[in-house]
T-cell receptor, first 109, second 116 residues
Framework: GENVEQHPSTLSVQEGDSAVIKCTYS??????FPWYKQELGKGPQLIID?????GEKKDQRIAVTLNKTAKHFSLHITETQPEDSAVYFC????????FGTGTRLLVSP | GAGVSQSPSNKVTEKGKDVELRCDPI?????LYWYRQSLGQGLEFLIY????????KSGLPSDRFSAERTGGSVSTLTIQRTQQEDSAVYLC??????????????FGEGSRLTVL
């Protein structure tokens, strides 16, 4: 089955810096790669997703890149703000989503 | 309702007791998922429903765990003879897409289970 690895587990940046989170997956059949943000005490919420026929997608300060050959995808957040502080999860799948172990992002003012 | 509703939000039980966790998905969503999140960990897949059937229950940790969905809507996750290692947040999500993991999952806020 699918296995998703996510790095780093924690990431501390200064406000205004960029943050990059990377994931790798194992199952070449996976065709959907979303990123979720989880704030304390809440369920994860989708922030951006990409499908296997696209290499890059951008939404304001957030971008995701996908390399299907290498089986890795990344989340890029530019101009980080304190409200970006949360746990971020990548996921990959086809019939079901398998999630990474999460990255705790801390943005300091 | 406007979102996925889970109950109870918190449950404390004694080892060996049975517990039932309920999920009320967004109206019209055909797919429903259960995940488990242990403290500081990622989301562990448990089971997925398409309508009332469960094409994939491969993530259920043991035969103490079972789930059902009725009327294509509400789902119940049952844990029998609870153990301390069952302590976690159980998250339910629903999705509009009928083709599996091809669309956004909408998560509830979870049911936090503590087994003493």
């Amino acid at each position: 089955g699918e296995n998703v690895e996510q790095h780093p587990s924690t990431l501390s940046v200064q406000e205004g810096d960029s943050a990059v989170i990377k994931c790798t997956y194992s199952d070449s059949a996976s065709n959907y790669f979303p990123w979720y943000k989880q704030e304390l005490g809440k369920g994860p919420q989708l922030i951006i997703d990409i499908r296997s026929n696209v290499g890059e997608k951008k939404d304001q300060r957030i971008a995701v890149t996908l390399n299907k050959t290498a089986k890795h995808f990344s989340l890029h957040i530019t101009e980080t703000q304190p409200e970006d502080s949360a746990v971020y999860f990548c996921a990959a799948g086809f019939q079901k989503l398998v999630f990474g172990t999460g990255t705790r992002l801390l943005v300091s003012p | 309702g406007a979102g996925v509703s889970q109950s109870p939000s918190n449950k404390v039980t004694e080892k060996g007791k049975d517990v039932e966790l309920r999920c009320d998905p967004i109206s019209g969503h055909t797919a429903l998922y259960w995940y488990r999140q242990s403290l500081g960990q990622g989301l562990e897949f448990l089971i997925y429903f398409q309508g009332n059937s469960a094409p994939d229950k491969s993530g259920l940790p043991s035969d103490r765990f079972s789930a059902e969905r009725t009327g294509g809507s509400v789902s119940t996750l049952t844990i029998q003879r609870t153990q301390q290692e069952d302590s976690a947040v159980y998250l339910c999500a629903s999705s509009l897409n009928s083709g599996g993991a091809s669309g956004e999952l909408f998560f509830g806020e979870g049911s936090r289970l503590t087994v003493l």
